[in-house]
Protein backbone atom coordinates (compact mmCIF):
# COMPACT_ATOMS: atom_id res chain seq x y z
CA UNK A 1 0.00 0.00 0.00
CA UNK A 2 1.32 3.29 -0.65
CA UNK A 3 0.54 6.51 1.18
CA UNK A 4 1.20 9.85 -0.41
CA UNK A 5 3.21 11.66 2.06
CA UNK A 6 4.80 15.22 2.43
CA UNK A 7 6.40 17.45 4.51
CA UNK A 8 5.41 21.03 4.91
CA UNK A 9 6.84 23.96 6.95
CA UNK A 10 3.77 26.05 7.97
CA UNK A 11 3.75 29.58 9.40
CA UNK A 12 6.90 30.14 6.91
CA UNK A 13 7.66 31.49 3.42
CA UNK A 14 11.29 29.58 3.25
CA UNK A 15 12.40 25.89 3.88
CA UNK A 16 13.48 24.69 7.10
CA UNK A 17 11.74 27.23 9.74
CA UNK A 18 8.34 27.43 10.80
CA UNK A 19 6.67 24.24 12.30
CA UNK A 20 7.04 21.25 10.08
CA UNK A 21 4.11 18.82 10.22
CA UNK A 22 3.61 15.43 7.88
CA UNK A 23 0.70 15.16 6.07
CA UNK A 24 -0.57 11.63 4.57
CA UNK A 25 -3.01 11.39 2.11
CA UNK A 26 -5.35 8.52 2.74
CA UNK A 27 -7.61 7.09 -0.55
CA UNK A 28 -8.72 4.48 2.24
CA UNK A 29 -9.29 3.74 5.80
CA UNK A 30 -6.50 3.13 7.72
CA UNK A 31 -6.56 0.73 10.45
CA UNK A 32 -6.74 2.50 13.25
CA UNK A 33 -3.48 1.74 15.32
CA UNK A 34 -1.64 2.36 11.87
CA UNK A 35 -2.06 6.17 12.72
CA UNK A 36 0.09 6.36 15.06
CA UNK A 37 2.69 4.19 13.65
CA UNK A 38 3.59 6.44 11.09
CA UNK A 39 3.34 8.90 13.42
CA UNK A 40 6.14 7.81 15.44
CA UNK A 41 8.25 7.23 12.35
CA UNK A 42 7.92 10.65 10.72
CA UNK A 43 8.58 11.71 14.44
CA UNK A 44 8.18 15.48 13.50
CA UNK A 45 5.58 17.43 16.10
CA UNK A 46 2.72 16.53 14.21
CA UNK A 47 1.38 13.55 11.14
CA UNK A 48 -1.81 15.18 9.81
CA UNK A 49 -4.24 12.49 7.84
CA UNK A 50 -6.80 13.71 5.29
CA UNK A 51 -9.53 11.47 4.62
CA UNK A 52 -12.09 11.05 2.52
CA UNK A 53 -15.60 11.03 3.56
CA UNK A 54 -17.75 9.56 0.73
CA UNK A 55 -16.80 7.13 -1.72
CA UNK A 56 -16.75 9.92 -4.75
CA UNK A 57 -14.66 11.96 -3.38
CA UNK A 58 -11.73 13.16 -5.21
CA UNK A 59 -9.09 15.38 -3.51
CA UNK A 60 -8.94 18.01 -6.41
CA UNK A 61 -12.70 18.70 -6.74
CA UNK A 62 -14.18 17.66 -3.20
CA UNK A 63 -14.16 20.45 -0.54
CA UNK A 64 -14.74 18.86 2.50
CA UNK A 65 -12.54 16.21 3.84
CA UNK A 66 -11.90 14.16 7.14
CA UNK A 67 -8.49 15.46 8.87
CA UNK A 68 -6.73 14.06 12.17
CA UNK A 69 -3.19 14.58 13.96
CA UNK A 70 -1.02 12.59 15.72
CA UNK A 71 2.12 13.43 17.77
CA UNK A 72 4.62 10.81 18.32
CA UNK A 73 2.88 9.93 21.28
CA UNK A 74 -1.00 10.41 20.73
CA UNK A 75 -3.99 12.15 18.96
CA UNK A 76 -4.69 15.30 19.68
CA UNK A 77 -7.88 17.41 19.08
CA UNK A 78 -6.72 20.53 17.18
CA UNK A 79 -3.37 21.09 15.43
CA UNK A 80 -3.42 24.71 13.59
CA UNK A 81 0.25 23.96 11.87
CA UNK A 82 -0.57 20.28 10.73
CA UNK A 83 -4.24 22.17 9.47
CA UNK A 84 -2.79 24.94 7.44
CA UNK A 85 -0.22 22.18 5.68
CA UNK A 86 -3.06 19.70 5.04
CA UNK A 87 -4.85 22.52 3.31
CA UNK A 88 -1.37 23.62 1.41
CA UNK A 89 -1.16 20.04 -0.23
CA UNK A 90 -4.62 20.22 -1.58
CA UNK A 91 -4.60 23.63 -2.89
CA UNK A 92 -0.81 23.55 -3.90
CA UNK A 93 0.05 20.00 -4.59
CA UNK A 94 -3.61 18.49 -5.93
CA UNK A 95 -4.47 21.90 -7.34
CA UNK A 96 -7.59 21.98 -5.44
CA UNK A 97 -9.95 24.14 -7.31
CA UNK A 98 -12.51 25.44 -4.14
CA UNK A 99 -11.73 28.54 -2.78
CA UNK A 100 -12.70 27.32 0.85
CA UNK A 101 -11.92 23.67 2.22
CA UNK A 102 -13.81 22.35 5.26
CA UNK A 103 -12.09 19.64 7.50
CA UNK A 104 -14.12 17.31 9.81
CA UNK A 105 -12.13 17.13 12.77
CA UNK A 106 -12.49 16.76 16.65
CA UNK A 107 -12.71 20.34 17.00
CA UNK A 108 -15.27 20.25 14.91
CA UNK A 109 -15.78 21.70 11.64
CA UNK A 110 -12.54 23.83 10.20
CA UNK A 111 -12.53 26.00 7.62
CA UNK A 112 -8.91 27.13 5.59
CA UNK A 113 -9.02 29.24 2.10
CA UNK A 114 -6.69 31.08 0.25
CA UNK A 115 -5.88 34.49 0.35
CA UNK A 116 -3.16 36.02 -2.04
CA UNK A 117 0.15 34.25 -0.86
CA UNK A 118 -1.30 33.02 2.83
CA UNK A 119 -3.93 30.62 3.49
CA UNK A 120 -6.64 31.56 6.26
CA UNK A 121 -7.41 28.99 9.16
CA UNK A 122 -10.89 29.67 10.64
CA UNK A 123 -10.41 28.34 14.33
CA UNK A 124 -12.65 28.34 17.70
CA UNK A 125 -11.28 31.20 19.84
CA UNK A 126 -10.28 30.15 23.48
CA UNK A 127 -10.89 32.34 26.52
CA UNK A 128 -8.96 32.48 29.44
CA UNK A 129 -9.68 33.18 32.73
CA UNK A 130 -7.17 34.54 36.05
CA UNK A 131 -4.85 32.03 37.40
CA UNK A 132 -3.72 31.40 41.26
CA UNK A 133 -0.22 31.22 41.23
CA UNK A 134 0.20 29.36 44.08
CA UNK A 135 -1.71 26.62 42.27
CA UNK A 136 0.73 26.64 39.55
CA UNK A 137 4.21 27.93 41.35
CA UNK A 138 6.20 25.13 40.68
CA UNK A 139 5.90 24.45 36.97
CA UNK A 140 6.51 28.49 36.72
CA UNK A 141 9.52 28.39 38.51
CA UNK A 142 10.80 25.09 36.53
CA UNK A 143 10.03 26.81 33.24
CA UNK A 144 11.56 30.74 34.03
CA UNK A 145 13.15 30.24 37.33
CA UNK A 146 12.91 33.99 39.17
CA UNK A 147 11.45 36.20 35.96
CA UNK A 148 8.69 38.46 37.11
CA UNK A 149 5.06 37.45 35.45
CA UNK A 150 2.61 40.03 34.63
CA UNK A 151 -0.17 37.83 34.39
CA UNK A 152 -1.48 34.12 34.74
CA UNK A 153 -4.24 33.12 33.09
CA UNK A 154 -5.94 29.48 32.54
CA UNK A 155 -7.52 27.99 29.32
CA UNK A 156 -10.28 25.20 30.44
CA UNK A 157 -11.26 24.36 27.32
CA UNK A 158 -7.19 23.45 25.70
CA UNK A 159 -5.98 23.01 29.34
CA UNK A 160 -3.35 25.45 28.44
CA UNK A 161 -1.32 27.86 30.74
CA UNK A 162 -0.82 31.02 29.66
CA UNK A 163 2.27 32.77 31.69
CA UNK A 164 3.05 36.82 30.82
CA UNK A 165 6.17 37.87 31.11
CA UNK A 166 6.66 41.35 32.30
CA UNK A 167 6.37 44.15 29.58
CA UNK A 168 10.10 45.30 30.93
CA UNK A 169 11.44 42.47 29.29
CA UNK A 170 12.64 42.70 25.57
CA UNK A 171 12.03 39.84 22.46
CA UNK A 172 15.43 38.72 23.37
CA UNK A 173 14.69 37.95 26.60
CA UNK A 174 12.49 35.24 26.05
CA UNK A 175 14.27 33.95 22.35
CA UNK A 176 17.41 33.27 24.74
CA UNK A 177 15.38 31.84 27.57
CA UNK A 178 16.94 27.80 28.02
CA UNK A 179 13.66 25.96 28.88
CA UNK A 180 14.15 22.03 30.03
CA UNK A 181 10.37 21.52 29.19
CA UNK A 182 10.87 17.63 30.94
CA UNK A 183 11.08 19.40 34.50
CA UNK A 184 7.29 20.86 33.84
CA UNK A 185 6.05 16.90 33.73
CA UNK A 186 6.73 16.49 37.96
CA UNK A 187 6.60 20.36 38.46
CA UNK A 188 2.65 20.17 37.59
CA UNK A 189 0.53 18.47 39.89
CA UNK A 190 -2.62 19.86 39.49
CA UNK A 191 -3.27 17.88 36.41
CA UNK A 192 -5.18 20.31 34.66
CA UNK A 193 -2.45 21.95 32.50
CA UNK A 194 -1.07 20.19 28.98
CA UNK A 195 0.42 22.94 27.39
CA UNK A 196 2.45 26.08 29.09
CA UNK A 197 2.15 29.03 26.86
CA UNK A 198 5.07 32.02 27.71
CA UNK A 199 4.56 35.30 26.14
CA UNK A 200 5.66 38.88 26.34
CA UNK A 201 3.90 42.27 24.59
CA UNK A 202 5.60 43.03 21.80
CA UNK A 203 7.72 46.15 20.99
CA UNK A 204 6.52 49.44 19.10
CA UNK A 205 9.94 50.32 18.75
CA UNK A 206 13.32 48.96 17.75
CA UNK A 207 14.36 46.61 14.97
CA UNK A 208 11.61 44.08 15.66
CA UNK A 209 8.72 46.49 15.63
CA UNK A 210 5.51 45.18 14.22
CA UNK A 211 4.55 42.35 15.97
CA UNK A 212 1.90 42.65 18.55
CA UNK A 213 2.58 40.35 20.65
CA UNK A 214 5.57 37.23 21.02
CA UNK A 215 5.18 33.63 22.26
CA UNK A 216 7.07 29.92 23.58
CA UNK A 217 4.90 27.10 23.57
CA UNK A 218 5.69 23.77 25.25
CA UNK A 219 3.97 20.79 25.36
CA UNK A 220 5.96 18.06 27.22
CA UNK A 221 2.80 15.97 28.01
CA UNK A 222 2.37 15.26 24.29
CA UNK A 223 5.72 14.22 23.40
CA UNK A 224 6.43 18.33 22.56
CA UNK A 225 9.48 19.43 24.66
CA UNK A 226 8.64 22.88 22.00
CA UNK A 227 6.79 23.38 19.50
CA UNK A 228 8.54 25.42 16.95
CA UNK A 229 4.64 27.69 16.09
CA UNK A 230 1.58 27.05 17.39
CA UNK A 231 -1.96 27.37 15.35
CA UNK A 232 -3.52 26.13 18.48
CA UNK A 233 -1.38 28.35 20.61
CA UNK A 234 -2.69 31.17 19.05
CA UNK A 235 -6.25 30.57 19.44
CA UNK A 236 -5.81 31.64 23.17
CA UNK A 237 -3.52 34.11 22.71
CA UNK A 238 -5.37 35.72 20.31
CA UNK A 239 -8.63 36.06 22.63
CA UNK A 240 -5.94 37.60 25.41
CA UNK A 241 -4.25 40.11 23.78
CA UNK A 242 -7.06 41.07 21.73
CA UNK A 243 -8.57 42.21 24.80
CA UNK A 244 -5.27 43.43 26.60
CA UNK A 245 -4.35 45.79 23.59
CA UNK A 246 -7.86 46.18 21.99
CA UNK A 247 -7.04 45.21 18.70
CA UNK A 248 -9.26 42.59 16.74
CA UNK A 249 -6.47 42.37 13.60
CA UNK A 250 -2.92 41.14 15.39
CA UNK A 251 0.61 40.36 13.89
CA UNK A 252 2.01 37.88 16.17
CA UNK A 253 5.87 36.22 16.22
CA UNK A 254 6.65 33.18 17.79
CA UNK A 255 10.16 32.83 19.12
CA UNK A 256 11.14 29.89 18.97
CA UNK A 257 14.46 28.32 17.42
CA UNK A 258 13.26 28.08 14.15
CA UNK A 259 10.68 31.10 14.13
CA UNK A 260 7.19 31.64 12.78
CA UNK A 261 4.57 34.79 11.88
CA UNK A 262 1.24 34.55 12.09
CA UNK A 263 -1.62 37.48 11.01
CA UNK A 264 -4.72 37.01 13.35
CA UNK A 265 -7.71 38.59 12.95
CA UNK A 266 -10.81 38.03 15.52
CA UNK A 267 -14.62 37.27 13.74
CA UNK A 268 -17.78 38.71 14.69
CA UNK A 269 -18.68 34.94 15.72
CA UNK A 270 -16.81 34.21 18.14
CA UNK A 271 -14.00 32.31 16.40
CA UNK A 272 -10.49 33.45 15.16
CA UNK A 273 -9.18 33.30 11.36
CA UNK A 274 -4.94 32.88 11.82
CA UNK A 275 -3.20 33.11 8.47
CA UNK A 276 0.07 31.92 7.51
CA UNK A 277 2.45 30.89 4.26
CA UNK A 278 3.94 27.64 3.55
CA UNK A 279 6.64 25.80 2.10
CA UNK A 280 6.69 22.24 0.57
CA UNK A 281 10.00 20.80 1.48
CA UNK A 282 9.12 16.78 1.05
CA UNK A 283 7.26 14.66 -1.57
CA UNK A 284 6.88 11.06 -1.64
CA UNK A 285 4.93 8.19 -0.43
CA UNK A 286 5.08 6.03 2.84
CA UNK A 287 4.77 1.78 1.87
CA UNK A 288 3.17 -0.22 4.21
Known sequence: ??????????????????????????????????????????????????????????????????????????????CGHATLAAAAVLFHIRKNTNAVLTFVTLSGELKARRMEDHIVLDLPLYLTYPQLLQEVEDLIKAAIGDMVVQDLRYSPDTKKLLVRLSDAYERSVLEELQVNAQRFLSAEKTGKVKGLILTL?????????????????????????????TGSAHAV?????????????????????????????????????????????LKGNLTL
Open 237 to 281: LSSYWSEQLGKKEMLAFQCSRRGGELKISLRNDGRVDIAGQIAIV
Open 201 to 229: KGNSSGKHKGHDFYSRYFAPWYGIPEDPV
Open 1 to 78: MQIPTFTVDAFTDRPFSGNPAAVCLLESDLNEDVHQKIATEMNLSETAFIRKLHPGDDFTKSSCFGLRWFTPANEVPL
